[in-house]
């Protein structure tokens, strides 16, 4: 099957910066849309960010100019790079992927199992 396992999320001051990896393992045959989305308790999972296999990306309005997304089509992972954090981003971080595995005809909706986020102020 498939897994996605997320790192690099942490406790940070407000104004600082922390780069969240999700590396997608498996039986991939091939990855179309990646993304990051954050949840607070109570509240639902918000996007926070995709990219394409073609590198076309999408950020929520509140992150744009602050947050960008990569991904390394090579070893099936993306990236979150989040510089100048406010105490508001505080959330857990869940890596999303859309996966066609080998021998299947479609893709699947994965996600990983998050990662917690904390900017202090």
């Known amino acids: 099957q498939v897994q996605l396992v997320e790192s690099g999320g942490g406790l940070v001051e407000a104004g600082g910066s922390l780069r969240l990896s999700c590396a997608a393992s498996?039986?991939?045959?091939?990855?179309?849309?990646m993304g990051w989305y954050r949840q607070t308790p109570g509240k639902q999972r918000d996007l926070v960010a995709t990219?394409?296999?073609?590198?076309?990306?999408n950020y929520a309005d509140s992150v744009k100019g602050r947050f960008t997304i990569s991904r390394d089509n090579a070893k099936n992972t993306v990236y979150l790079q989040m510089n100048s954090l406010r105490p508001e981003d505080t959330a857990v971080y869940y890596c999303?992927?859309?996966?066609?595995?080998?021998?299947?005809?479609?893709?699947?909706?994965?996600w990983g199992q998050g990662t917690q986020v904390t900017v202090s102020s």
């Open positions: 999303n992927a859309a996966v066609m595995a080998y021998g299947s005809q479609g893709f699947r909706n994965y």
């Open positions: 990219i394409t296999r073609g590198d076309i990306t």
């Open positions: 498996g039986s991939i045959f091939r990855i179309n849309f």
